[in-house]
């Protein structure tokens, strides 16, 4: 059903963290490209990435990941118990994949999102919060740079991210009325991109 719902380019949010489930279009939807520069990274953002303070994989924690997303202070009360045991499910049949950031080997930012064919579908993210946080900074914004990077190896031609918010719009989305996206979904959809091997090289941010 969310495999479904997902290639009609719908997405499933719940009614707070124990609401019920419906299932939404964004008009006009959110779209980050793939294409050579359509990525903006703010300098300092540059400098973070390739510096190395994280360590980054994928797949490692995806059921941790999740579960900080739905922990957040703010955004996450739309991700309840039926979602996420839905998106372990996911996980575990290869359609849904997180990228972790690590400090000194503890788990302190990531994403994840939902694969079919050319398409990522961006859920959600988190950064550490508390005492920690100062080891934290940036660590989603990173999981993100290298994303887009893995992405465009792997032969992706679409990173879907529903919203467009000032932060994302940092990072450059373009936003599509639905008659406009519907149909780039459709052959996005067709592209036989395999998420493959993560190498989470120094990406050229």
Known sequence: ????????????????????????EAD?????????????????LRALVRSGRFEVRSDCAFGRVIRACA?????GSWIN?????????LHAAGHAH????????RLVGGLYGVHIGGVFFGESKFTERGSA????TGASKVCLVHLWHHLRRRGFVMLDTQFANDHM??????????AEFRPMLAAALEVPSVWGPFVAGTPPA
Request: charged letters at 30%; proline letters at 6%; aromatic letters at 10%.
């Open 98 to 105: 997180s990228v972790e950031a690590y400090r000194t080997g």
């Open 28 to 44: 006009p939807r959110s779209v980050l490209p793939l294409s050579d520069g359509c990525l903006h990274v703010p300098r300092s």
């Open 169 to 178: 719009r940092r990072f450059g989305v373009v936003e599509h009325r639905l």
């Open 133 to 136: 946080q100062d080891d934290a």
């Open 1 to 24: 059903m969310l495999l479904r719902a997902w290639s009609q380019g719908m997405f499933p949010m719940a009614d707070g963290r124990r609401g019920k489930v419906a299932f939404y």
């Open 81 to 89: 118990d039926w979602i996420i045991d839905a998106y372990d499910r």
């Open 71 to 75: 922990d957040q202070p703010r955004g």
